[in-house]
């Protein structure tokens, strides 16, 4: 079992913000009292028993750590320190000042195919260093993808929570059914062997999005997008792709495809002549190009709008919860040991749907 400081982090660090919530705990803006610098704070709250399905397993955040150890990348947010107190571990993290990718692009009036293309090759650099190190991210979506600050004309990609992450060990077979119904692969939700090809199918739904504002296998539920998803159900709407180009399309078409083995590679994306050119007509045709600015805006508006119902939910539910427990606890000694703890009542374990609330599907 992997050590963690026992030190008290707050007589190391000043605890600051909320920068965001997640399905385990907070991340909040720390800053460290003997230099100054700011850092991001991941407390995480511990399983404390095997018949809760309250907080994260000790292990899944040995493994969080273990990755992001052995992730250092310009691409990746990188892990300073890792503290443990008897109830959570604090994981000390680089802070990503920029936002997300997604709210940046919304912000502008127009954006050419070339200028996404920036931040697709820095993704695509991020994920082909991860996958060398047979790492796959498993849960790629837009709230993952953050930039590095948002002051600098062209900031720098960090893909960020590794939480569903996983190393694969040499000739291991692993599945998984975790992740977000509208970026998952087929293979996630057949519950099939997966390897890293699984994130560049996420990558095509992705690059899918940021081009027309849609999302190519939403349905008006889960259940439904799964299904759509299954039946490779996904089409270039003419409104939506007028002012896409054909080198874009066949990007995507590369990646959204059944079969992992025949998926692009981070490293074959990269050399995609969409991103690489290698003629002049097809570096000129990127710059006439553009992504859909105002369904994008209407795309992430309410991907936004998703994203804090879900989280007024989530806290409503917190509240009911601890209300319950609290009354029960005199009754059930196990009972008791939910009072510090936050779930989703819905969620079953390592389910599908186990992102559902910080998801925008
Ligand atoms: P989820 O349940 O959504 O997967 P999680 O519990 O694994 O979340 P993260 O996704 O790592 O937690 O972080 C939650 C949110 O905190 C992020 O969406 C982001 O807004 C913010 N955040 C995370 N890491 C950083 C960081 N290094 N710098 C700044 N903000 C961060």
């Known amino acids: 079992m992997a050590v963690f400081k026992p030190d008290n982090v707050e007589d190391l660090y000043e605890i600051g913000e909320v920068l965001g919530s997640g399905h385990f705990g907070e991340v909040r803006r720390v800053r460290e009292r003997a230099s100054g610098t700011s ?179 939403q349905g008006e539920t889960n259940e439904e997008t799964l299904t759509n998803v299954l039946a490779m159900k996904y089409e270039f709407y003419a409104q939506f792709f007028s002012t896409t180009s054909s080198m874009a399309k066949d990007f995507i078409q590369k990646l959204l495809v059944e079969n992992p083995n025949d998926r692009m590679t981070a490293e074959e994306s990269l050399l995609h002549p969409w991103i690489k050119p290698i003629t002049r007509k097809q570096a000129a045709k990127r710059n006439r190009s553009s992504i859909n600015m105002k369904s994008f805006k209407r795309f992430n508006a309410r991907r936004k709008w998703k994203m804090s119902y879900n989280m007024v939910r989530m806290c409503n539910r917190l509240v009911q919860l601890r209300l319950l427990c609290k009354g029960n606890a005199d009754a059930d000694p196990l009972q008791r040991q939910c009072e510090s703890d936050v779930e989703d009542t819905e969620s079953k374990p390592a389910s599908l749907l186990r992102r559902r609330l910080s998801s925008s599907s």
């Open 39 to 217: 850092w991001a704070g991941k407390f995480m709250k511990i399983r404390k028993s095997a018949c809760t399905h309250l907080g994260v397993e000790r292990s899944c955040v040995e493994q969080e750590v273990e990755i992001l150890h052995t992730l250092q990348h310009p691409n990746i947010v990188a892990l300073k320190d890792v503290f443990e107190s008897r109830a959570e571990v604090v994981l000390i993290l680089e802070f990503v000042n920029g936002g997300e990718l997604f709210d940046f692009i919304a912000d502008k009036e127009m954006l050419l195919e070339s200028e996404a293309i920036e931040f697709m090759k820095q993704i695509l650099e991020g994920l082909g260093f991860m996958h060398s190190k047979n790492i796959g991210h498993f849960d790629l979506k837009p709230e993952n993808i953050m930039l590095s600050d948002n002051v600098s004309q062209n900031p720098n990609i960090k893909l960020i929570d590794f939480g569903l992450a996983h190393h694969f060990q040499q000739d291991e077979e692993y599945r998984s059914s975790s992740g977000t119904p509208q970026y998952i692969a087929p293979e996630v939700i057949k519950k099939e062997p997966l390897s890293t090809t699984a994130d560049m199918w996420s990558i095509g739904v992705i690059t899918y999005i940021l081009l027309s504002g849609l999302s190519p296998f």
